[in-house]
């Protein structure tokens, strides 16, 4: 048995959650992936899989070994590229995870073009604003807009996304349209709650006048709270409230007559820092490299960082 191979055979079984279709992607018969994962639980000792007519599911010490297993693949796919020609073309698998609406507005949209430059690297990409154990679930990177807090983590900062505050018109004809931020505190005013990930809570934003000479921070009420951001563009779409939005969000549906922008002549925002994040002990392999260079660009045309950091 080639330990190897077996091992391969077992992760992508247990990724693609059938013998069948492991095979079709590794380009073995389904005999040869069903023997090969058979060898491994005969050397380990160990139950991997479940295995009924219908479908196969990964036992407690299977899903165990995976993730130790997706690790050894991946640093030996990270040595091998390091030591040959294939340095200069970066491959292999990606586990990123990104916000929905970034990932629906700037980043899906822009694959094409990184897949024809790198056609090797694939990705398994997680969508949603939760909060991701990447040590835990073997994730390369996550993509986070807010200040990261986790100490454990390193990150580079690749973007600043400019805020605004909107309201669907349909909102408007029957709450009135606010003259002053406060006015959001009224108990005839809601805003969409939006649950941030670190918190759970529904935090308030800071607005600052223009001029420099006031600075407040507006909670207000909310029918509807959610944590994923294209729900809650949904949300603000449908009436249910004033949104803080950043401008890559909202400027297509400012531009439709959809969503009105509020208080933009005498107040500002703090634009929200994004950042990349990957574990300290993870080795920056050239795919991630070249994805995160990647990121930056693309960033850097939507949303450029306003204050590098030194």
């Not at 380009?27 to 040869?32: A, L, N």
């Not at 909102?171 to 005013?189: K, V």
């Not at 759970?200 to 207000?220: A, C």
């Not at 509807?224 to 939005?245: F, M, S």
Request: net charge neutral.
């Amino acid at each position: 048995m080639d330990r190897f191979d077996a091992m391969q055979a077992f992760a992508r079984v247990v990724e693609a959650g059938s013998f069948t279709k492991a095979a079709e992607t590794l380009h073995m018969s389904k005999t040869t992936v069903t023997q090969l994962v058979q060898q491994l639980e005969a050397r380990l000792r160990v139950k991997l899989l479940n295995r009924t007519t219908r479908k196969v599911n990964v036992t407690a010490d299977g899903a165990a070994y995976y993730e130790r297993v997706v690790r050894l693949l991946g640093d030996m796919d990270d040595a091998e590229t390091s030591l040959s020609d294939a340095s200069a073309l970066p491959r292999g698998r990606l586990r990123v995870d990104v916000p929905s609406p970034l990932a629906r507005l700037i980043l899906v949209p822009a694959l094409p073009e990184f897949h024809a430059r790198y056609p090797d690297i694939q990705f398994d990409m997680g969508v949603s604003d939760r909060m991701v154990d990447l040590i835990g679930e073997n994730v390369d990177c996550v993509v986070r807009g807010g200040e990261l807090t986790d100490p454990s983590l390193m990150a580079r900062r690749v973007g600043d996304l400019q805020l605004g505050v909107y309201a669907a018109p349909s909102y408007l004809e029957h709450a009135g349209l606010p003259s002053h931020p406060r006015e959001l505190e009224d108990s005839h005013h809601r805003v969409v709650g939006f649950h941030w990930p670190r918190t759970g809570k529904v935090l308030p934003y800071s607005l600052h006048r223009q001029d420099g000479g006031e600075s407040i921070r507006v909670q207000g009420r909310y029918v509807l709270a959610v944590d994923d951001g294209n729900a809650y563009l949904a949300a603000g779409l449908a009436g249910l409230g004033v949104l803080w939005l950043p401008h890559y969000m909202s400027k297509a549906h400012v531009a439709r007559g959809e969503l009105v922008p509020l208080f933009e002549k005498d107040w500002r925002l703090d634009p929200m820092p994004i950042s990349i994040a990957f574990p300290p002990n993870r080795h920056v392999s050239a795919k991630l490299r070249v994805f995160i260079d990647w990121v930056a660009a693309l960033m850097a045309q939507h949303a450029p960082v306003q204050h590098p950091a030194p």
